[in-house]
């Protein structure tokens, strides 16, 4: 019995199941669909405050040579959470059913960091929260910001709603 009760705890720390610690903590390993939007077990979750190019947006470098931002987008939030566990708080959803949360990769906001290099920019039209890390981003010609693009939110309308 001793056995199971030094175990056990060390047991369950190493099982990747998705734990919540109250009605807005999402806790576990993130699997990545695109620039602002992850996956924690079974719930779809859409970061807060940000808007991510679409993964198969492209945008101008400063030579106007064109490349995938969308692609380079979900690959620096897969560098940023890299393999740790995350912490997303957050109990509402959108239309699509994703839950809409700030996520934490131990302290670091994780929304704020992809503004901060300049692969998402604020989604003033839900949030004013990261406004300073975009203005951060497009004053060090960092991510995005090195060239021209459409916003996100502008690519959608002119590709996607057609």
């Known amino acids: 019995m001793k056995i199971l009760q030094i175990f056990l705890p060390i047991i369950l720390s190493l099982v990747s199941v998705p734990e919540m610690s109250n009605a807005e903590d999402l806790k576990g390993k993130p699997r990545i669909v695109d620039g602002d939007t992850l ?7 859409r970061l ?6 679409e993964s198969n947006q492209t945008c101008k470098k400063a030579d106007s040579r064109e490349y995938r931002c969308g692609e380079m987008a979900t690959f620096v939030l897969a560098e940023i959470i890299e393999k740790q566990w995350i912490t997303c708080i957050g109990e509402r959803f959108d239309r699509y059913k994703r839950r809409i949360s700030v996520c934490y990769a131990g302290p670091y906001d994780i929304n704020a960091e992809m503004v901060k290099r300049g692969w998402a920019v604020a989604y003033r039209r839900y949030s004013l929260d990261y406004i300073d890390e975009e203005k951060f981003a497009r004053e060090k010609n960092v991510g995005i910001w090195q060239g021209d693009f459409l916003k996100p939110w502008d690519w959608r309308q002119k590709y996607l709603h057609r």
């Open 48 to 53: 807060h405050g940000i808007d991510a190019p």
């Open 39 to 45: 996956w924690i077990g079974p719930t779809k979750i």
